[in-house]
């Protein structure tokens, strides 16, 4: 008789083994079909030990249960994700504040940028840069207080022009009265007018620029009460005029 598993292999042997059967991953039948292809093939004189064949069936058993797991948990992954992409559309429309760099300008007027100082500042510097990296504007800002802060750039270049529009990044270089580096974190505000899912997860947008889901500090729920006021007003002026 000839034997095809060689000197009764074990099942863990084989399952340790071999990855690929007949060019596709091992699944449960196939374990399955390898420990009974096993027995049918024993050597008669010297057959599979009981002990040794009941802890192979108790490896099947434990291999079912964990590839049972896996798939509860691949459900599990693709319902989280699901109620997560669909609840982060709540953030569109609402004003955040978040830890980045990166801001669009559109040529003309001024923008707010805010900042978070590690610590109280002596002289501090604010260097913008284009998308190319290059230092547009320079700007000195003097001492800076421990915390969240904000400065108002007018769009002026280091050369007196007005930066084009585009994509811009900025940073804070500050020192304290020991000449020591202070740590200042660049921040980002606005309305969030989009979230991306190009990646596979949610990433929300401001005026299109993309901000860390990680990063957002703080949600920010728009003032309804100026909209409120004018539409009472509105009401109360054409009930005047009928």
């Known amino acids: 008789m000839s034997v095809i598993v060689g ?25 399955l079909n390898l420990l009974i292809t096993q027995l049918q093939n024993q050597d008669p004189l010297n057959p599979q030990d009981s002990q040794e064949f009941v802890a192979q069936l108790a490896q099947f058993s434990s291999l079912e249960q964990l590839m049972t797991l896996n798939e509860g948990m ?19 429309g609402k004003e955040v504040v978040a830890y980045g760099d990166s801001f669009n300008y559109d ?14 500042a002596s002289e501090a510097t604010l260097n913008i840069m284009d998308e190319d990296g290059t230092v547009v504007a320079s700007i000195t800002l003097g001492g800076l207080a421990e915390g969240e802060g904000n400065y108002t750039w007018n769009g002026e270049t280091t050369d007196g022009d007005v930066a084009d529009e585009g994509l811009y990044t900025f940073e804070i270089e500050a020192s304290d009265t020991d000449g020591d580096e202070v740590t200042v974190y660049s921040m980002v505000t606005g309305v969030i007018d989009t979230m991306n899912y190009d990646s596979g997860t949610p990433v929300p947008e401001i005026d299109g620029v993309e901000i860390e889901l990680g990063e957002i500090i703080r949600v920010i729920e728009p003032d309804t ?6 539409s009472e007003e509105e009401e109360q002026e054409g009930s005047e005029t009928v």
């Open 225 to 230: 009460s100026t909209d409120s006021s004018d």
């Open 74 to 92: 691949d459900t599990l992954y693709l319902a989280t994700s699901s109620m997560t992409n669909a609840s982060m559309t709540q953030l569109i």
């Open 107 to 120: 040529g003309e007027g001024s923008v707010d940028l805010m900042y978070d100082a590690a610590g109280e």
């Open 7 to 31: 000197d009764a292999a074990s099942f863990s042997e084989v399952s340790s083994t071999t990855n690929t059967y007949g060019g596709a991953e091992l699944d449960q039948e196939t374990f």
